[in-house]
C-alpha cells in the first residue's frame, strides 16, 4: 500500500518523536526511524535530506504542540496569571510525562552540539519567545497590565526558571519540593517585573 508523502512525513516526525521519548536522541537514526516507523528506509531519505532536517522536523513538532496549549491560558485575568497559567501547564506536563521534557532537552542538546552543521538551535529559543511572548503581550494588554521588563526578557527569564527547576526535578524528584521553589522563583520575577 503506498503512503502519500505528506502522510509518511507525519509518520516519520511522530516515529522520531516517539522515538526520542522512549529511548533518547542518541538513538535518532535514519535507520531506527525508519523501523519505528515501519516504513522503507528509502522513504526516509526521500523526505527528509538528512537526520539535520528530521530532528528539526520533530522540534517544529514539539512547538506545534507548545501552540496548541497556549489557547488554554485565559489572557482576559492578566499577564500574572497568564504566566502562572503557563507555569502550571509545564509542570503539569513535566509530571505526567518526564520523558517527553528529556527528549526534548536532549534535543535542544543535541542541536547546540551540532550548532554549525545545523541551524536548529538557534531557533528553538525564539520559537518560545514569539509563543509565549504572545500569550503574554495579550494578558498585560487585556488587563492593562504594566510590566517593567520587557516582555521578550519575562519569556526568555520564565524558561530559565522552568528549564532549571526542570533539570533538577527530573534528576531526583523527591528530593526537594522543587515545584514550590519553581513557583517561589517565578513570582520573584513577577514581583521584579511589577506585575
Not at 526516509?44 to 504542540?65: D, I, Q, R, T
Not at 510525562?97 to 528553538?124: C, D, G, H, Q, T
Amino acid at each position: 500500500m503506498r503512503v502519500a508523502a505528506k502522510d509518511r512525513k507525519e509518520q516519520l516526525i511522530s516515529a522520531t518523536v516517539e522515538l526520542m521519548r522512549r529511548e533518547g536522541v542518541q538513538s535518532v537514526t535514519i535507520r531506527a526511524v525508519a523501523k519505528e516507523a515501519n516504513a522503507p528506509l528509502a522513504a526516509v531519505h526521500y523526505c527528509f535530506s538528512g537526520k539535520e532536517e528530521l530532528m528539526e522536523a520533530a522540534a517544529e513538532a514539539w512547538l506545534k504542540n507548545l501552540s496548541s496549549f497556549s489557547g488554554e491560558v485565559p489572557v482576559h485575568l492578566g499577564l500574572r496569571k497568564a504566566v502562572e497559567q503557563v507555569a502550571e501547564g509545564y509542570w503539569r506536563a513535566l509530571e505526567e510525562e518526564p520523558a517527553s521534557l528529556l527528549a526534548e532537552i536532549e534535543l535542544i542538546l543535541w542541536a547546540a552540539r551540532n550548532a554549525p552543521v545545523s541551524p536548529l538551535a538557534a531557533k528553538i529559543y525564539p520559537a518560545y519567545e514569539v509563543e509565549l511572548g504572545n500569550i503574554f503581550s495579550a494578558a498585560a494588554q487585556n488587563n492593562g497590565d504594566h510590566c517593567r521588563i520587557a516582555i521578550p526578557a519575562l519569556v526568555r527569564s520564565f524558561l530559565m526558571i522552568y528549564d532549571g527547576a526542570s533539570i533538577q526535578y527530573m534528576t531526583d524528584p523527591k528530593a526537594a519540593d522543587h515545584r514550590g521553589l519553581f513557583f517561589m522563583m517565578l513570582d520573584a520575577l513577577l514581583t521584579k517585573a511589577c506585575v
